[in-house]
């Protein structure tokens, strides 16, 4: 029997487990494509931004396809569950933003529990459960119930460019251009570079 995985399955297999982060870059990747009224990028013609450097980007890459690798994901490290996806045709983006999650104490305990590593077996398994809870409760429920979302401008970032080729006068090895350093009057890569400077 060969059936089609869902984007959720899919997006479960490229990161390796499924968790709430996950979830929710998946979910503000369905409702950012859902109100651009667009497709997964094929090519460069959606961007993405990730306020966060955590598990949701993987869900972000996996859906809209704007990935690390095609240059048109941008991660600014704000440590913010807020995921925007844009149209590079329009600059018409969707950002959506993550309410806090309403946990009753007795959650939040045992949340801090398990992240401190004081867990027992019995509270790592409830900890899972709550977990799964959380991850259905960011895949079903409204955009509405959950997020902010903002349909807004977006300043774009410039296409990724294709850059000459240098090559490292230490180590030999060809790299791009704009990363050149000098170094005792030589081109240098960064790699070559960062032991230099080691060495001060
Ligand atoms: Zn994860
Ligand atoms: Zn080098």
Not at 40 to 56: H, N, P, Q, S
Not at 145 to 150: G, P, S, T, W
Request: aromatic letters at 8%; hydrophobic letters at 35%.
């Amino acid at each position: 029997m060969c059936r089609q995985l869902t984007p959720w399955e899919e997006a479960v297999q490229f990161h390796g487990h499924a968790c709430p982060g996950l979830a929710m870059g998946v979910r503000a990747s369905q409702i950012a494509l859902e109100k651009l009224g667009v497709e997964r990028a094929e090519d460069e013609e959606l961007i993405a931004i990730a306020e966060t450097d955590g598990c949701g980007v993987d869900g972000v890459q996996v859906i809209t396809a704007c990935t690390l690798g095609k240059g048109n994901l941008f991660l600014k490290d704000y440590g913010k569950q807020v995921y925007t996806i844009a149209s590079r045709k329009t600059g018409q983006g969707v950002r959506v933003y993550f309410k806090p999650f309403d946990f009753s104490a007795a959650e939040k305990d045992l949340r801090k529990k398990v992240f401190a590593g004081e867990a027992t077996p019995e509270e790592q398994k409830e900890f899972k459960k709550m977990q799964e809870k959380l991850i259905d409760h960011i895949l079903n429920s409204t955009a509405e119930e959950i997020c902010d979302v903002q349909v807004k401008k977006v300043e774009l970032p410039g296409k990724a460019r294709i850059f000459q080729s240098v090559r490292c006068e230490k180590c030999g090895e060809y790299f791009m251009e704009p990363r050149a350093r000098f170094q005792d009057g030589k081109i240098v890569c960064l790699e070559c570079f960062e032991d230099y400077n080691r060495q001060i």
